[in-house]
């Protein structure tokens, strides 16, 4: 599934000197277009938000039958919320949890089981330099016009957290879209920013300041993606 033809020791010095890195034609191009495909046309999304000062998902079936003006409200109280802390909006698939949970299997649930398998977790210890991973975490998420993840760390301690990923599977992404994941130093300002771009892995080290920053009204299409953790625990 990864493309044998990356250059892993440049990759892994970048992470090194950076504590970050974007990888460009991660993935063989036909799976690529495969886990497009998924997320776009297969994945029963949830909403993972928190419009009413906790993180909570509304389940997929809430959240297809509900009207138009009702996810703007949802959208309006969380633009309220976001002036003073921690807030988000954005379309989920819990994979993990839709393993365990039985499920109707779609292609990434297979995915899932790729990124723990043998040879994947040897690829994540390799590139990160970090011989404990033996873990990986992932949800489909999809940010639409209007959503948005705020400054935070992804720090959790009792999980494991050794690096933050990104899988983006969006097409002809355009930086005019929004969707863009920043990076942020102690003193809260911008020092990095990567661009959603069609088939490139972002890499990051936690804990890490950063943000997914607002898609814009006039994007062209939704920003897809695979996202999770590597874990050593």
């Known amino acids: 599934m990864i493309n044998d033809a990356l250059d892993l020791n440049r990759h892994r010095q970048q992470l090194v000197q950076r504590t970050r890195v974007q990888i460009p034609d991660f993935l063989q191009l036909d799976a690529a277009e495969a886990i497009h495909r998924c997320l776009r046309e297969d994945t029963p999304w949830a909403l993972a938000e ?10 997929a079936a809430t959240y ?3 009207s138009d003006a009702e996810r703007r409200a949802l959208l309006e109280k969380a633009y309220v919320a976001a002036r003073d802390g921690f807030q988000f909006s954005y379309d989920s698939y819990m994979i993990v949890r839709a393993v365990k949970e039985g499920w109707t299997p779609n292609l990434l649930h297979g995915v899932l089981e790729f990124l723990n398998s043998p040879e994947f977790l040897v690829f994540a210890r390799r590139l990160t330099g970090e011989p404990g991973i033996n873990t990986v975490t992932a949800q489909g998420t999809r940010y639409r016009a209007g959503q948005f993840l705020t400054r935070h760390e992804d720090q959790e301690v009792n999980e494991g957290r050794v690096c933050a ?3 983006n599977l969006s097409k002809d992404w355009d930086s005019d879209w929004g969707g863009l994941l920043q990076f942020h130093d102690q003193h809260k300002r911008l020092v990095d920013t990567f661009v959603p771009y069609w088939n490139t ?12 920053s607002l898609v ?9 993606a695979v996202t999770g953790w590597f874990l050593a625990k």
């Open 50 to 59: 928190r419009s009413t000062g906790t993180s909570r998902t509304v389940d």
């Open 165 to 167: 990923f990104v899988i």
């Open 201 to 212: 892995l972002s890499l990051f080290r936690v804990p890490q300041a950063h943000t997914v």
């Open 64 to 66: 297809a039958a509900m």
């Open 216 to 224: 814009s009204p006039w994007a062209g299409a939704d920003r897809l």
